[in-house]
């Protein structure tokens, strides 16, 4: 089964970045080989609907699972719709996070943890 983990680098060292949308990286991993790969976000530089574009990224990539620090409302949607769990908790490193995963010390979310954006009032 593969897992995504946000990622600040495309290496499974890499430290972990708390945001989704706008994390450079995923590290997707397959927990049941350990075999990984770093994967762009194509959607961290979007002017708008960031968390929508990388969602999809996901959903294409064919991964399971999501494991997160923050996400929002539209993200979080369009994993659900997919059947994509998503859990929260991620700390430390990639490795570290995937390992906390398997152990079951990440918590599934069953609704966003961070509020919907919004560019209003931003120059």
Same mark, same amino acid.
């Given at each position: 089964m593969?897992? /995504?983990?946000?990622?600040?680098?495309? $290496?499974?060292n890499s430290p972990v970045d708390q945001r989704f949308?706008?994390?450079l990286y995923f590290v997707v991993v397959d927990v049941d080989s350990g075999d990984w790969e770093g994967l762009p976000n194509t959607g961290c530089h979007s002017g708008g609907?960031?968390?929508i574009q990388t969602a999809q990224l996901l *959903?294409?990539?064919?991964?399971?699972? *999501? =494991?997160?620090d923050r996400i929002g409302p539209? /993200?979080?949607? *369009? !994993?659900?719709r997919a059947g994509i769990q998503v859990y929260e908790g991620i700390s430390g490193t990639v490795s570290q996070s995937v390992e906390a995963y398997?152990?079951? $010390?990440?918590? =599934? !979310?069953?609704?966003?943890?961070?509020?919907?954006?919004s560019r209003r009032g931003r120059s």
């Open positions: 593969k897992v /995504a983990v946000c990622a600040r680098e495309s $290496h499974i949308g706008r994390c609907g960031a968390g *959903v294409n990539a064919g991964v399971k699972a *999501v =494991l997160v539209n /993200a979080m949607e *369009v !994993l659900a398997r152990q079951g $010390h990440l918590k =599934l !979310l069953s609704q966003p943890n961070s509020p919907r954006h």
